[in-house]
């Protein structure tokens, strides 16, 4: 694979961080999660394809034991609050002291300065102060996060993930690591340039919720069946505009322009009531094949048996019948093989990986008796 014979040592935290570890575990790298000893449960779902190790970083010994493995890897991802890893003598200046071919990834929701930087937040929040969540949400309503997606996953995992992998093309150049700065804020504004750049062309002149692609327009929204579901429009273009106005059985004629903002809750008024009329399953027979732009609106449980994803396999499951979406993108020489094995238990693979890295038994034997470190693997090789 793309990533095969990249290490990375992630620090175990919440959503972002896991998801950018999966996303390079996904694409071949070996990841080693490192988890706390003494936890209760794995609270890392997103954990694929990587391996575990327990380490009691209160200790001296789990310090530098957490040290060796780092400078010995080429990537660290943490996803502590700033100044966390300095207090244990492991910052990127000591570590890259030692091994100046390092990637330190840091994600955070505030990045490593500023007067946020030491502040608390979740996705919510960094999306508040990035600029988008003010455009989110429909007209005369409050703004809405969508689910914790922007700011912890596109601006926070996939592009520390995008950063990591640069940093590691640019080293195959100059032989030398760096510090990748992952601010969750300036990832969803980033995410948002479109937006942002698009200002000048009139796309976003109106309020929150009275744009074109924000649910102002009649054009681009969901519309509910009469069994209940939903059918997803995107007839933007005149082109498509007219199929949408084919399977609806409209006359443009009977219509206001498609154009004719003022006139856009008349046709909302007229498309709602035209799709409550059918089904779900009616609208998808009567716009299959035809360029409108309208699809329905799928669950998680029907989504790996759409004709489309089912052809692509777009969909894996794990060895417990566990659904998830495949990697992407798709790489036509090295694509990504996902691990079908269930996610590793906190410590699972301890033993294996210090081994990996020049311990010999005795010293792990050692660690394991003064709790530096736990092993839960079923079967330990000492």
């Given at each position: 694979?793309?990533?095969?014979?990249?290490?990375?040592?992630?620090?175990?935290?919440?959503?972002?961080?896991p998801?950018?570890?999966?996303?390079?575990?996904?694409?071949?790298?070996?990841?080693?999660?490192?988890?706390?000893?003494?936890?209760?449960?794995?609270?890392?779902?997103q954990?694929?394809?990587?391996?575990s190790?327990a380490?009691?970083?209160?200790?001296?010994?789990g310090?530098?034991?957490?040290?060796?493995?780092?400078?010995?890897?080429?990537?660290?991802?943490e996803?502590?609050?700033?100044?966390?890893?300095?207090?244990l003598?492991?910052?990127?200046?000591?570590?890259?002291?030692?091994?100046p071919?390092?990637?330190y990834?840091?994600?955070?929701?505030?990045?490593?300065?500023?007067?946020?930087?030491?502040?608390?937040?979740?996705?919510?929040?960094?999306?508040?102060?990035?600029?988008l969540l003010?455009?989110?949400?429909?007209?005369?309503?409050?703004?809405?996060?969508?689910?914790?997606?922007v700011?912890?996953?596109a601006?926070?995992?996939?592009?520390?993930?995008?950063g990591?992998?640069?940093?590691?093309?640019?080293?195959?150049?100059?032989g030398k690591?760096?510090?990748?700065?992952?601010?969750m804020?300036?990832?969803?504004?980033?995410?948002?340039?479109?937006?942002?750049?698009?200002?000048?062309?009139?796309?976003?002149?109106?309020?929150?919720?009275?744009?074109?692609?924000?649910?102002?327009?009649?054009?681009y929204?969901?519309y509910?069946?009469s069994?209940g579901?939903?059918?997803?429009?995107?007839?933007?273009?005149?082109q498509f505009?007219?199929?949408?106005?084919?399977?609806?059985?409209?006359?443009?004629a009977?219509?206001p322009?498609q154009?004719?903002?003022?006139?856009?809750?008349?046709?909302?008024?007229?498309?709602?009531e035209r799709?409550?009329?059918?089904?779900?399953?009616?609208w998808?027979?009567?716009?299959?094949?035809?360029?409108?732009?309208?699809?329905?609106?799928?669950?998680?449980?029907?989504?790996?048996?759409?004709?489309?994803n089912?052809?692509r396999?777009?969909?894996?499951k794990?060895?417990s019948?566990?659904?998830?979406?495949?990697?992407?993108?798709?790489l036509?020489?090295?694509?990504?093989?996902?691990?079908?094995?269930?996610?590793?238990?906190?410590?699972?693979?301890?033993?294996?990986?210090?081994e990996?890295?020049?311990?010999?038994?005795?010293?792990i034997?050692?660690l394991l008796?003064?709790?530096?470190?736990?092993?839960?693997?079923?079967?330990?090789?000492?």
């Amino acid at each position: 694979m793309a990533l095969a014979g990249v290490r990375v040592i992630e620090l175990a935290g919440l959503a972002p961080a896991p998801f950018c570890g999966m996303i390079l575990a996904d694409f071949g790298a070996s990841v080693i999660r490192v988890d706390r000893t003494k936890m209760a449960m794995n609270i890392d779902t997103q954990a694929r394809g990587k391996r575990s190790v327990a380490i009691n970083l209160k200790t001296a010994a789990g310090v530098s034991l957490l040290k060796k493995l780092c400078v010995q890897s080429d990537v660290v991802l943490e996803p502590y609050r700033k100044g966390v890893m300095e207090k244990l003598g492991l910052g990127p200046q000591e570590l890259l002291k030692e091994n100046p071919r390092l990637i330190y990834a840091r994600l955070t929701g505030y990045g490593q300065n500023g007067p946020l930087a030491l502040a608390a937040g979740h996705d919510i929040n960094y999306l508040a102060i990035s600029g988008l969540l003010s455009r989110l949400g429909r007209s005369t309503e409050k703004p809405y996060a969508p689910l914790n997606l922007v700011a912890d996953f596109a601006g926070g995992g996939l592009s520390c993930a995008l950063g990591i992998v640069l940093a590691l093309l640019e080293r195959t150049k100059s032989g030398k690591g760096q510090i990748v700065d992952a601010s969750m804020v300036e990832g969803a504004a980033y995410v948002g340039s479109f937006v942002w750049k698009s200002h000048r062309i009139g796309m976003w002149n109106n309020p929150r919720g009275q744009n074109m692609l924000d649910s102002g327009a009649p054009f681009y929204d969901t519309y509910q069946t009469s069994d209940g579901k939903y059918m997803a429009v995107g007839a933007i273009e005149s082109q498509f505009y007219k199929e949408l106005l084919k399977g609806l059985e409209l006359d443009s004629a009977e219509l206001p322009e498609q154009m004719s903002f003022n006139d856009w809750p008349k046709l909302r008024h007229i498309f709602t009531e035209r799709f409550a009329s059918k089904t779900l399953a009616e609208w998808t027979r009567i716009f299959e094949g035809t360029d409108a732009c309208v699809t329905p609106v799928l669950s998680f449980e029907e989504v790996s048996s759409h004709p489309h994803n089912q052809q692509r396999g777009s969909f894996i499951k794990d060895q417990s019948g566990e659904e998830s979406p495949r990697p992407a993108p798709v790489l036509d020489r090295t694509p990504a093989e996902p691990c079908l094995k269930a996610d590793p238990m906190v410590g699972e693979h301890t033993v294996e990986v210090l081994e990996e890295y020049g311990l010999k038994a005795e010293q792990i034997e050692q660690l394991l008796a003064t709790g530096v470190v736990e092993s839960h693997a079923t079967k330990t090789k000492l």
